[in-house]
């Protein structure tokens, strides 16, 4: 078996428990009328006991996520050039290697949302992922995971843009500043907390022990066999 048919496995492992501990938080809450992922992970930050523990959990969970995955640190060229030009233009603050679940973001702003229906293929997003694509991704097997991240990041209610490297260097990696309000409003604080508290408890429900998930939710142990 190849290294890239284990990840894919793996990967398959950690959404299937994902997806498991969802519908027992669903069934034990009993939440009704979530029609997204995005949905159904707001309603359950309702009821997590002690939600203050979160952030720092998440940050603990990341950690271990670098650790294992070695996230690369230093930017490439390309990532370079397009921070430089992103500052320049939108002077908005970009958060690098951005875990959301089991996907780690080149660049990630809880500040734009995505309102524009050609842009997002008729979703209402909020927070945008920038994805900076190398050559590597041009094989098939590349191109097929990039397509699963994109959709499932819109799952997540995230707006994704993904950008090759000959598009960074040939400066139409990103449009002027008078463009951008095209295709994105600017979020207000109370909005952009709610994207990160979805994002640590998406990552949480992913990664996290049993034993940490059920002290979030007490009613977990009443329906799931996974302890």
Known sequence: MS???????????????????????????????ADTTADLVDKLHHRVHERNLLVH???????????????ETS????????????????????????????????????????????FVRGYTLKGLAFEIDGSVHETEMKMKKDDHKTKSLMDLGLAVWRLTNEQVYQGKALPPRREIVQHFGKLCSRERARIWSRIYLMTILYHAPFGMVSYYFPKMKTVSSEE
């Open 57 to 71: 959990d998440y940050g603990l969970i990341c950690s271990e996520l670098d650790k294992v995955r070695s996230v």
């Open 3 to 33: 290294i890239s048919d284990i990840e894919v496995k793996q990967e398959e492992k950690i959404r299937s428990r994902f997806n498991q501990r969802v519908l027992d938080l669903k069934t034990a809450y009993g939440i009704k009328n």
């Open 75 to 118: 930017r490439t060229a390309a990532e370079d050039r397009f921070i430089e030009r992103f500052k320049h233009e939108w002077k908005i603050k970009l958060y690098p290697q951005t875990w959301v679940g089991n996907l780690c973001l080149d660049y990630f702003t809880p500040a734009l949302g995505a309102f524009n229906s050609d």
